[in-house]
């Protein structure tokens, strides 16, 4: 009998314990079910509030932005400037990639944006068969372009936005002068996107700066494609020109932030600050701490402010008179470690 009472006694633990384990789980449930209707009704509030008609953002034109490295420092500076320029002016720039999720090449988001049939493209172009053939796709579909920064061969676009090349040339060529010794060896580093009319312009520069010079000196300059599918092999393959080269040139020449920071990051790393003179691009918060430490000898900063305005300046003209200036010449400043604080707090108070 004492073993059966034992028995029961179990059973009727055990159930009490399923009830009570019951009940915990249907209040979780429904206290589950009232935060989630809760918040589902917050947010459909939140809907309602951002889709009424007084809070819609209108536009009368529809522009997307395509470039190389849509999510460097440069670039978002002058999408940034380019999207809020637009707005005041009725127009929408929305950077493409933005809306991808697939990896793309400029030449292939530009087939996508044909496809969608915007009324303007932002452009970083290049001198590829592929995006050749794309522009010329784009100008039978009658969507006008701006190339900004890098122009594409015989491209049909209706302006051209960038840094004039020879004088970006000169510019370098006068640090040249000023870091290198007779019979130097100058390398400059491009990704294959950089147009090849513009890296000639540049070289030009470079060697007639050098020539005219009261200080000529015998200097080799030599240039070098960086394969750029993705940072990693930017870094990569500039990681190969330190580890593998016998000689290290004696003056490096960068012609895109990715590439300056690369280089500048690689320096470091191999101990070869001092043994190398790294003349950078743009001013990004890395590359002006590089200048700072002396690492980076110098670096030409591009006003982004200014190419991103005459984006959307460029298509405003257009569309009202048809017509529109075909070049637009942005400024470029040299930032070296003797002028570095007053031209980054001059920037600062633009």
Known sequence: ????????RRKYNRSSTLMKLSTVAVCCMVLTTIVSFIMLTGRMSEVKKLTAPENYDTYDKYVCMITSDDEGQFWQEVYQVAKDAGKEMGICVDMLSDTINIQQNPAQLLN????????????EANSSDEMTIMLEKANEADIPIVTVLSDGM???RISYISVNNYTLGQIYGSQVIGVAEKNANVLILT?????????NLIITGIQDTIMDSEEYRNINITSNTI??????AIEESVRNIFMHSRTLPD???????????CVYQAMIDYNKV????????YDSDTILEGVRQGVIHSTIAV??????????????????????SEYYDVDAKLITIENINSVVKEGNNE
């Open 303 to 324: 006003d982004t402010a200014a190419m991103g305005q005459d984006c959307v300046d460029a298509f405003a003209e257009y569309w009202e008179s048809g017509y529109v």
């Open 112 to 123: 996508i944006a044909i496809a969608s049939h915007p009324d303007g493209i932002i452009l």
């Open 274 to 281: 001092g043994q190398v003179q790294l003349l950078g691009y």
């Open 154 to 156: 015989a491209s049909d």
């Open 191 to 199: 990704r294959s996107d950089t147009n090849a009319i513009g890296e």
């Open 251 to 261: 003056v490096i020449i960068c012609l895109d932030e990715q590439i300056t920071t």
């Open 227 to 232: 394969i750029d599918d993705d940072a990693f």
């Open 1 to 8: 009998m004492i073993f059966k009472n034992n028995t029961k």
